[in-house]
């Protein structure tokens, strides 16, 4: 099962490492959606729950990846 996720990176994260974690993505099967580089490095994309641990393992002190949250709408009142 995938599920969409928005991926962040820490800005020490150079392009081609987060270039290749998008080709990682997408061949585990998963779809990435938008690229973020201008206020903040990252990507939106469909993830295959087979390789979320993969990028999960990437957070952490001297991790490339700042933090990964679930993707969904926001409502407000």
């Keep these: 099962m995938s599920q969409k996720y928005i991926v962040v990176f820490n800005k020490s994260t150079s392009a081609e490492?987060?270039?290749k974690?998008?080709?990682a993505v997408e061949a585990a099967g998963g779809e990435v959606h938008q690229k973020?580089?201008?206020s903040l490095k990252g990507f939106s994309a469909t993830i295959p729950e087979s390789h979320l641990q993969s990028l999960k393992n990437l957070q952490g002190d001297g991790g490339k990846i700042q933090h990964i949250e679930a993707d969904?709408?926001?409502h407000t009142q």
């Design 17 to 19: 490492d987060i270039e």
């Design 21 to 23: 974690e998008i080709a």
């Design 36 to 38: 973020y580089t201008t």
């Design 72 to 74: 969904g709408e926001v």
